[in-house]
């Protein structure tokens, strides 16, 4: 399918959802799904809230759809709506923080965690191998968050330029400067695996 062909389903069934057809809704988001997951997960660094804001996103979604132009493609706009739920997340998370240094110590030994539900995992194809993953993950989480959202989103969801600028509401040069930062930071932190790294991990390991 090609991309205008592409673009005119979306289309044609965001017209048949706002019409009443509710259950078309999780066609137009499916192929979505694992790039939104990706993207909190980048964020928030924690699987159970990454699914957590990801549901909030297509909730989002759902109730705005009317409001969405065609001005941008509609994988773009929903990622616009998940970075603004994980910040909204990490905002409250750092009120909390704040919060919880007020309660005395001896009231902070019996807090207990709230039980998390399970998250459905959403597998991965771009990485073969468990370790290259875990290298990665860590080494990407590691990134200043202006700089972690722009190469997820342009070098693991490859979105282009444009449309990174669009999600994030910043111009094309900042994009571009922000990427450029970030494959540094990374081939910086990624250079000890690289040295002792056989040809098929560098492969990973590397960015143009």
């Known amino acids: 399918m090609t991309e205008v062909a592409a673009v005119r389903d979306e289309t044609a069934m965001i017209a048949a959802i706002l019409a009443g057809d509710q259950r078309q809704f999780h ?7 694992r790039g939104v997951y990706l993207m909190a997960l980048s964020m928030l660094r924690n699987e159970a809230e990454a699914e957590e804001v990801a549901q909030e996103a297509f909730l989002r979604a759902f109730r705005n759809l009317a409001k969405f132009r065609a001005d941008s493609k509609f994988s773009t706009w929903l990622i616009s709506i998940t970075l603004n739920e994980a910040r909204s997340r990490l905002r409250r998370r ?15 030994r019996h807090i207990t965690p709230a039980l998390l539900r399970d998250w ?16 990665l993950r860590r080494a990407i989480e590691e990134l200043p968050e202006i700089y972690r959202e722009v190469f997820v989103l342009r070098d693991i969801e490859e979105m282009s330029v444009n449309e990174v600028a669009k999600a994030m509401e910043i111009s094309v040069s ?3 400067v922000r990427l450029h930062r970030a494959r540094l930071m ?12 056989g040809p098929a991990k560098r492969r990973w390991l590397s960015w143009s």
């Open 120 to 135: 459905r995992e959403i597998p991965s194809e771009a990485l073969e191998r468990n370790e290259v993953r875990l290298i």
């Open 174 to 176: 900042a994009v571009k």
């Open 94 to 108: 750092q009120i909390v923080k704040m919060e919880s240094l007020d309660v005395p110590e001896e009231e902070r």
């Open 27 to 33: 066609e137009l988001i499916r192929p979505f799904e």
């Open 186 to 197: 990374l081939q910086k932190r990624l250079a000890p695996e690289l040295k002792s790294a």
